[in-house]
């Protein structure tokens, strides 16, 4: 289709969303004070946010990052391999390899240009990549580039990944094969069975581990070592990625793995390392007081998941369904994309920030409500958005006990359906 249709196409969708006032992305926030952001007028609680540990208002990060750009200027001037390597680059590798337990890092711009880059120089079109169905967009797009041949096993399934290991390494003897998860994934907040899979070392010892630990960092393991040391598993553990989009309070990325020579095979091999900005200072600083913090105060991990578990249980007790997450971030399963935009839109005027996640970036017909926590969340915070939810939940019947009535009520065609929040304004909203 020539550009002209396909943007006539998508903008006929969006101005029917537009009109019926449900569109909930990219809606500008005017404030924020972390857990609590101001959007068109309004006071919300923030339960949308990766901002894990609160530390993006943190004032001992706010005022590093502030000095740092009296010191080093705003932006960066150039790319690390030209004129835009800093002493603070190469200070925060060696803090994040420790931190992770591996010897050695490379920082990047992004999270998503780290996948980028690190995949598509490590992996070439002889290899088999095994990653986890609910991949990050990033990794995907990372392995595309390099033309590889890849190969999804099912979410979480290790004896899946097992089998697949195995045909891969009969059909292409001579490629590589790369096993690629999330250690804490992205929508479903579950958490990878990354010891088991780690494992699959001892019966295949040459296959290589990718471990995208964007959302374990700062949450999983010892202090928020992350997903590998949560499961004591880092030495087995070939590469761990990261980001500082999320508990790290920044932007940017990291890859960071035990092979000096691999290190530095990826630092200079990398295209988005050597043709993109090197990270500014602000954000490299930002990190660097984060990791300090982290250090000092492994409490906030341990208060992060008491929020958590608080939600968990209070969602629970209202009956929603909330799949099997055992991190901060807790989905609420909805069903349709339709319902999934309503609810949203309903928390939006109920004082609650969270977003649905609707095909491609969840498994069709399982739209959610993606809810993430913070350790600053204070508890009136939590009691108000506990009390919008079981008021909402009711009203647009998403609890367990609502879903399976409708089901049967739907399996009777003789009987009336109540009125569900589904029924109005169903909208195309696949253009996502
Ligand atoms: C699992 C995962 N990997 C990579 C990324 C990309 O990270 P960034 O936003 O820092 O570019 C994300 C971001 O959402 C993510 O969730």
């Not at 890092?105 to 992004?110: E, F, K, Q, R, S």
């Not at 579950?190 to 581990?209: H, M, N, Q, S």
């Not at 649905?356 to 970036?361: H, S």
């Amino acid at each position: 289709m020539r550009l002209s249709k396909r943007c006539e196409h998508f903008n006929a969708l969006h101005a029917e969303i537009a009109s019926q006032g449900i569109n909930p992305y990219f809606r500008p926030t005017a404030k924020t004070w972390g857990s609590e952001v101001e959007v068109a007028g309004k006071r919300l609680v923030m339960i949308g946010s990766n901002d894990y540990l609160g530390l993006s208002h943190d004032p001992r990060v706010m005022d590093a990052s502030a000095k740092a750009v009296y010191a080093w200027g705003t932006g960066p001037g150039g790319s690390r391999f030209l004129s835009g390597n800093m002493v603070l680059h190469q200070l925060l590798e060696e803090r994040l390899a420790a931190f992770v337990g591996k010897k050695g890092a490379v920082v990047h711009v992004t999270g998503f240009s780290t996948n980028l880059g690190a995949l598509g120089c490590l992996i070439t079109p002889a290899d088999t990549v095994l990653c986890d169905r609910e991949g990050h967009a990033s990794i995907f797009e990372g392995i595309k580039s390099t033309r590889a041949r890849i190969s999804t096993f099912a979410h979480n399934d290790v004896q899946n990944a097992a089998k697949k290991i195995a045909e891969a390494k009969r059909a292409r003897p001579d490629g590589d094969v790369f096993l690629i998860t999330e250690g804490v994934f992205s929508m479903s907040g579950d958490v990878a069975a990354f010891g088991e899979l780690a494992a699959l070392k001892d019966e295949f010892p040459d296959i290589i581990i990718y471990l995208d630990d964007a959302h374990g960092l700062g949450v999983l393991g010892p202090g928020g070592r992350g997903t590998a040391l949560h499961f004591d598993a880092a030495a087995r553990t070939d590469f761990i990625m990261g980001t500082f989009s999320k508990a790290m309070a920044s932007i940017g990325g990291f890859i960071a793995a035990d092979d000096e020579g691999v290190l530095r095979y990826l630092r200079y091999q990398s295209r988005t390392q050597i043709f993109s900005a090197a990270l500014p200072a602000a954000n490299t600083t930002a990190v660097l007081t984060c990791l300090d913090i982290l250090e000092k105060e492994p409490e906030r991990v341990t208060r992060l998941h008491q929020v958590t578990n608080r939600m968990r249980e209070g969602y629970k007790a209202i009956g929603l369904r909330i799949g099997q997450s055992a991190s901060p971030i807790i989905p609420i399963i909805i069903g349709s994309d339709e319902k999934a935009f309503q609810f949203s839109q309903a928390l939006f005027e109920n004082g609650v920030f969270a977003l649905p996640a609707i095909y491609p970036a969840v498994p069709r017909g399982q739209a959610l409500i993606r809810t993430a926590y913070m350790s600053t969340h204070e508890d009136r915070q939590m009691d108000f958005v506990l009390e919008v939810l079981d008021r909402l939940a009711r009203q647009f019947r998403i609890r367990a006990q609502d879903v399976e009535e409708d089901e049967i009520r739907a399996a009777q065609p003789n009987m009336t359906p109540d009125a569900t929040a589904d029924g109005a304004g169903r909208a195309k909203l696949s253009y996502l």
